[in-house]
């Protein structure tokens, strides 16, 4: 009897290629301190205001590409963090806060990373993947956790809170279905998986930047 071999979708080589550098992503000093109550909140803040400018350029860019049909496909309004994330960072530093904004080495050289992907629609799709099903997943996780920390429930932790996504499992199943179906070529394919890989190397570094902020 023959058997036909599996072949993998798009959505299934990210989660299993990607798999190591997810969780090296995630083995990070300063997350366990925050999610621990363990650091100043001036150290989350810190976290919201890098992710402001990480999102700043990733939503400018999906705008600015948006007639391209296969980043037309993941583009969602209901994703958007920038509008929370100015929420946050004016509730917890006040009206002020853009003076506040400087970019961490690691955040320069991920906000240069997406905006190449001005040309590139599959650079741009392995970073609005990594970044918002991500928020989707383990941001939940965060949100309850930080929440708990320093008695944040709304101002504060808006950019967890995705009002106009209920369910997140069944948008992120549509997702990656969109993911699988969209036209990629086996090049583009791996370009992609390569990226986030990046991507989640770029969060590493973040995160280690973050723990030396914490720590002056």
Known sequence: MSTIPH??????????????????????????????GELPI??????????????????RVGAES??????????????????ALEADLAH????GWRETLTALPATARYVERIESARTD?????????IRYLG???????????????????GDGVRFYIFDEIPKPKPFKD?????LDAAPFDDLQAQRIVDEVTAAYELNRALFADLDEFARR
């Open 174 to 178: 549509a997702y990656r279905a969109s």
């Open 42 to 59: 001036e150290a989350y803040a810190e976290l919201l205001a890098q992710s402001y400018l990480i999102y700043e350029a990733l939503e």
């Open 135 to 153: 928020d989707l997943s383990g941001g939940q996780i965060i949100r309850r956790k930080v929440g708990d920390a320093y008695g944040l429930t």
């Open 7 to 36: 072949v993998r979708g798009l959505s299934e080589r990210l989660r299993t290629d990607t798999a190591d550098a997810h969780r090296q992503a995630e083995e990070s000093g300063f997350v366990d301190a925050l999610l621990a």
């Open 121 to 129: 629609p599959a650079v741009f799709v392995a970073h609005h993947y």
């Open 92 to 95: 917890l530093r006040g009206a």
């Open 66 to 83: 948006a007639d391209d049909p296969i980043v037309a496909e993941f583009l969602a309004d209901e994703l958007l963090r920038v509008p």
